[in-house]
């Protein structure tokens, strides 16, 4: 079946450090592929996206770009601030004939150190 | 900006007692979706609708009802809370007719019952 696999946290880094947070996927059709962030106390937000094999989404500094040979959507930035301090979900969506359905990651949580 | 709201953000109640969340979004988005997040932030999908009139139910067994009358409201009843109902709730929004299921959070309500 359609599964998402992401890193496991906690994920601490110091100010300015480069940052990756793997994740992976399975799939039995043409996923698109997503980043949402969490901020506390909020809600999920988009982060950036990707619909097809080697594009790449980017935001705010992140970039991740969809491998479709290793199936992975890894998302990275060259610089982390404390402001990024959040749970990141990696996700697929995948659509059908007659339905179409999405399916998170079970989360990483990225604390920043000044 | 994604227009989509849930109230209350934060509800302390006692064991047995009904209660209902509310979720509204302005989007005119069809799919709207009720997740319930543990503390590990996994999300769990437990209700999703398709449109007016149309509810299922998700992933996980949840003792809540759904009810979609119309298109920008989706509240979440529980008849009878217990302190196992405590968590986080987060209420979205699709629009498939993008062609991908990019979707849109509400803040959240952290339930409590005591």
């Known amino acids: 079946g359609d599964s998402v696999t992401q890193m496991e946290g906690p994920v601490t880094l110091s100010e300015e450090a480069f940052l990756t947070i793997n994740c992976t996927y399975t799939a039995t059709g043409y996923p698109s592929l997503f980043w949402y962030v969490q901020y506390p106390g909020e809600g999920l937000q988009l982060l950036l996206k990707a619909t097809k094999a080697d594009d790449k989404g980017s935001n705010k500094g992140f970039e991740a770009t969809y491998r479709k040979e290793t199936t992975s959507f890894h998302l990275e930035k060259g610089s982390v601030q404390v402001s990024d301090s959040a749970v990141y979900f990696c996700a697929l969506s995948v659509s059908y004939s007659s339905a179409s359905k999405i399916i998170f990651g079970s989360g990483t949580r990225l604390s920043i150190r000044p | 900006e994604a227009d989509i709201y849930q109230t209350p953000r934060y509800l302390v109640i006692g064991t047995g007692k009904k209660i209902t969340l509310e979720c509204s979004q302005t989007?005119?988005?069809?799919?709207m979706y009720w997740y319930q997040q543990d503390p590990g932030m996994e999300l769990h999908l437990i209700h999703y609708?398709?449109?007016?009139?149309?509810?299922e139910k998700g992933d996980l067994s949840s003792e809540s009802t759904v009810s979609r009358i119309r298109t920008e409201h989706f509240p979440l009843t529980l008849e009878s809370a217990r302190p196992s109902h405590t968590s986080q709730y987060l209420c979205a929004s699709s629009d498939p007719g993008q062609g991908e299921e990019t979707q849109y959070f509400g803040p959240g309500t952290r339930l409590l019952v005591l």
């Open positions: 609708s398709y449109g007016v009139n149309s509810t």
């Open positions: 989007m005119g988005h069809d799919k």
